[in-house]
């Protein structure tokens, strides 16, 4: 247990317990319950809903919206929260260099906004 | 608390890319706020004059030699040379870029997710392009300038990013063919992706033997390191498993026939000029900087995937029908070339930049021209529609001609003098084995370029042969400077190799 990828020994021995629980926990399960399977279990549960429609589906476009709001704020906050408490320690150029950051992102916003991207309805 | 040192940061030896980059950010701007209408004559004055102010830029630094901000950016002299060579290419294929003379609202299309063949998607083939391509191409070409000279792993990596993705967006873009344009795009982005994984685990995992990610740092730890060898040779293999595929090596190359067929002809021209060189400068960087000391490791596998790219790239090229895809296969086989460039080490650090700046004029040239042979339906590249082409286009066919024996290197072509140049080196440096395969394999490579050189002269032309545009300005200076230089670097080479001698190795200290 001891060298640099030694330590690696306890994540090992805990993979092969997860295993093992796995394959205990189902087995049991299958020994212990009752088997009537019908038509109506084996289909998709979609939140008590019939499914409807094909499982090949094209995901609306416009979704990326969201993932492109969240890398922008997020993104952002992931460096602004470190720097706010230190910035006061360092003097107005990290001010600045903070400032070239966030203008950088906020650049994307600005194209986003003026492309209508921010609005839902026009396509 | 301790307290926080600010790296110092060396303005002057960042500007050629703080340059391009600013000035990329200014694009964006001018998309949002310019009037539709004079889009199209800012966006691409704004571009040039980036990529021209630069390259000025870098000629003023030629003889700085810096670590800058921390050790994350290392500017030498091979990664100056390196950044220039980016430069220059990306002006020429710029010419192909803002070419709307060949086509109607030139090669792209507005909008890349329209579903190809819908009606949102056949009314924009006779609207104007996207003028979005102007500041993709200058991240890009800025992303390809900071991988050269990263001087750390994690800023290597996030210019790896920064190059890819405007490069896998851009290969959607396609006017002509936009199912397939759409296919490459994404084949590229989720092969792209992979490899940028690869990269990145890499990265961890050396850091992990060397606890730093600083090219210098790991070179050090390998002499003095007491961690397992594993970590270091797992973590090289997944490294330039990343850096590979970039670089179109076996067997990491079977995107590249389909992304090069499917892009954009001005794009697949950026990407086996430009992306080329970024990628083999990476290589060149990774392998000379951190990993020289333990050449013994990796070099039995480099070797081979050398060998292989050399013998897989010429031999598929042979059997190939479109002149995209050759181009393609003959791309994946030059690699190889600069694959032994990369194994030999040291010495071959200038024979591969030169090989870099006399593959990237050759093929920006033939990819030019490539764009002149259409039909109705935009480009004709399938080699049987090329047949007889000479008889009506004797310039056309004499410039492709010299395009063609420049790759097969015939001599008093570059492809000769940049073949002689790399594989001397390569002897010197004791790789005959790799020169052996090299020359046998140029040899099987000539003969699908001769092929095509005999296609344009020899065979009667058919009915369906298509006619070569009349040039607009833009591609007749692109394809006249590529021929140009494939005849100067052939017929008077020394003074560039004199130039990329001087320009000396990287920096590794």
């Not at chain 2, 792209?108 to 924009?124: I, L």
């Not at chain 2, 590249?381 to 066919?397: D, E």
Request: aromatic share 12%; with cysteine.
């Amino acid at each position: 247990m001891d060298g640099y990828l030694g330590s690696y020994a306890t994540l090992g021995i805990l993979l092969l317990v997860a295993g093992a629980f796995f394959a205990v926990a189902y087995t049991a399960n299958r020994l212990l319950r009752t088997n009537a399977p019908s038509a109506a279990k084996s289909t998709t549960y979609e939140c008590g809903l019939d499914p409807a429609g094909g499982d090949w589906a094209q995901a609306q476009i416009r979704y990326y919206v969201y993932a492109f709001l969240y890398a922008l704020f997020a993104v952002e906050s992931v460096f602004l929260f470190p720097w706010a408490t230190v910035f006061d320690a360092l003097g107005m150029i990290t001010v600045a260099e903070m400032g070239v950051f966030v203008a950088v992102l906020a650049l994307g916003l600005l194209y986003a906004w003026r492309k209508g991207v921010l609005s839902w309805t026009t396509a | 608390m301790n307290d926080i040192q600010l790296p110092p940061i060396d303005y002057a030896a960042l500007l050629p890319m703080l340059i391009v980059f600013g000035l990329a950010c200014v694009g964006i701007l001018a998309e949002a706020f310019v009037p539709r209408k004079h889009r199209f004559a800012v966006q691409a004055t704004l571009t040039l004059a980036a990529l021209i102010a630069g390259l000025v830029t870098v000629i003023i630094n030629r003889d700085l030699e810096v670590t800058t901000i921390g050790g994350a950016v290392t500017i030498d002299g091979a990664g100056l040379f390196l950044q220039g060579i980016i430069l220059v290419l990306g002006i020429v294929a710029f010419g192909l870029i803002a070419e709307r003379r060949l086509e109607r609202g030139g090669a792209f299309v507005a909008n890349a997710a329209h579903a190809a063949d819908s009606d949102g998607d056949k009314k924009q083939l006779n609207e104007a392009g996207a003028t979005e391509i102007f500041p993709l191409t200058l991240f890009a070409i800025a992303g390809m300038m900071l991988f050269c000279v990263s001087g750390d792993l994690l800023t290597m990596f996030v210019a790896l990013e920064v190059f890819s993705l405007p490069l896998y967006l851009m290969c959607g873009l396609a006017r002509r063919r936009r199912l397939l344009s759409q296919e490459s795009a994404l084949k590229y982005f989720l092969l792209g992706a992979f490899a940028s994984a690869f990269f990145l685990y890499g990265v961890a995992l050396i850091y992990g033997y060397a606890g730093s990610v600083q090219l210098v740092a790991i070179k050090q730890s390998v002499l003095d390191s007491d961690k397992s060898g594993v970590l270091l040779a797992a973590g090289l293999a997944l490294l330039a498993i990343g850096l590979l595929f970039k670089a179109a090596a076996v067997p990491f190359h079977v995107w590249t026939p389909d992304v090069y067929q499917g892009a954009p002809t001005p794009i697949t021209a950026l990407m086996a000029a430009c992306v080329k060189a970024a990628a083999f400068g990476g290589l060149l960087r990774v392998f000379n900087v951190a990993f020289e000391t333990t050449s013994w490791d990796w070099r039995p596998v480099i070797t081979a995937v050398a060998m292989a790219t050399m013998i897989v790239g010429s031999i598929l090229a042979v059997t190939q029908t479109d002149i995209k895809r050759l181009l393609a296969y003959s791309s994946i086989a030059n690699a190889g070339y600069l694959l032994v460039g990369v194994v030999s080490l040291g010495g071959a650090v200038g024979s591969s930049m030169f090989y870099l700046v006399a593959y990237g004029f050759s093929v920006l040239a033939a990819f030019g021209m490539v764009t002149l042979v259409r039909d109705a339906d935009g480009e004709a590249t399938h080699l049987s529609r090329w047949a007889g082409l000479g008889k009506g286009s004797p310039l056309f066919s004499a410039m492709f001609t010299i395009i063609m024996l420049g790759f097969a290197g015939i001599p008093l072509t570059s492809g000769f003098s940049s073949k002689f140049a790399l594989f001397s080196s390569a002897w010197d440096a004791n790789q005959s084995a790799l020169v052996i395969v090299g020359v046998l394999s140029s040899v099987v490579l000539a003969f699908p370029y001769l092929k095509v050189v005999v296609l344009l002269w020899l065979n009667p032309p058919g009915d369906e042969t298509p006619t070569v545009s009349v040039p607009g300005y833009l591609t007749r200076a692109v394809v006249g400077v590529g021929v140009l230089a494939t005849i100067v670097l052939g017929v008077a080479p020394s003074w560039l190799l004199d130039m990329v001698n001087s320009a000396g190795t990287f920096l590794a200290k």
